[in-house]
């Protein structure tokens, strides 16, 4: 059978071939950002654009133009094109709201804390006005932290107008490193999950949390600091529990306990360039 350009058919033929189609199918090199083609008219480009956003849903789309490469005349044909483009909004509410692989509520003051415990495996978030408070956010850190599944990637919280950020109470109960504008933490449970390191900034009124891979991204370093300062907190825990058991006593245990927290001190010491643990 003779190959064609998918993405260049007529929108009833294009429709009608998908429809039988599974994503797979439909594009076979997935992990690729980009598709390069050579010259083609304006009105085949558009009709390409309307067929990719049937076929993949994207939080945004932009338009590239290369004045180098582009006639004065045809420059303007394009933006001209584009900013008549139009682009369809729609009210969402409820628990489909929150069920989206990437979405923007510019106005997110009717969402709860409890509402974004729903969210699974999104990309990006983006809350622009809410009513939460730094408690609320430490709230939601804490059921990322232990919930089973990945969340999402990145959400942006604006927190409600006039709230002043606390770092402390947004990180209470945590184990946190820091540098001079981020801090980290691990979550607590990390089966069956990928995104385990979590990433905060804090820009005026915003909190932007990141959720990493450590193993596939570049946090393996952070991790691995977050995972001896985990060790040496437990370890100065069990001393603590084995004093109070002894009532100051010298024991056998507490030797091992204290030459452990040594070792853990010394190979924290010897790996961490860069955080205030």
């Not at 690729?32 to 390409?48: A, G, N």
């Not at 309307?50 to 005349?73: A, M, Q, R, V, Y």
């Not at 232990?146 to 945590?174: A, V």
């Amino acid at each position: 059978m003779a190959k064609f350009p998918i993405l260049k058919v007529p929108d009833v033929v294009f429709r009608e071939i998908t429809s039988t189609m599974t994503p797979i199918e439909i594009y076979q090199k997935e992990n690729e950002e980009e598709l390069c083609l050579t010259h083609v008219s304006l009105e085949e480009m558009f009709r390409i654009y309307s067929n990719l956003t049937l076929l993949f849903s994207s939080p945004g789309i932009n338009w590239i133009l290369l004045f180098s490469e582009l006639e004065l005349d045809a420059f303007w044909e394009y933006t001209e094109r584009i900013l008549k483009t139009e682009f369809n909004g729609f009210t969402v509410c409820g628990e489909i709201a929150l069920k989206f692989r990437s979405f923007e509520y510019k106005d997110a003051r009717w969402l709860k804390i409890e509402d974004l415990f729903n969210i699974r495996n999104s990309y990006s978030v983006e809350l622009g006005t809410t009513n939460f408070d730094c408690s609320d956010v430490n709230q939601f850190l804490h059921y990322w932290s232990d919930c089973d599944k990945d969340m999402m990637e990145q959400i942006n919280i604006n927190l409600r107008e006039g709230t002043q950020i606390d770092m402390q109470e947004i990180l209470k109960n945590f184990i946190t490193i820091s540098d001079s504008y981020r801090c980290f933490i691990k979550a607590r449970n990390m089966r069956h999950r990928k995104y385990i390191v979590g990433e905060l900034e804090f820009i005026e009124n915003e909190i932007r949390f990141s959720a990493w891979d450590p193993f596939k991204e570049d946090r393996l370093y952070q991790y691995l600091v977050l995972k001896l300062v985990y060790q040496k907190r437990d370890c100065e825990k069990k001393i603590r529990e084995n004093e109070k058991k002894c009532r100051g006593l010298p024991s056998a245990d507490k030797t091992k306990f204290q030459l452990e927290l040594e070792e853990l001190e010394r190979k924290l010491t010897v790996l961490n360039r860069d955080f205030v643990v």
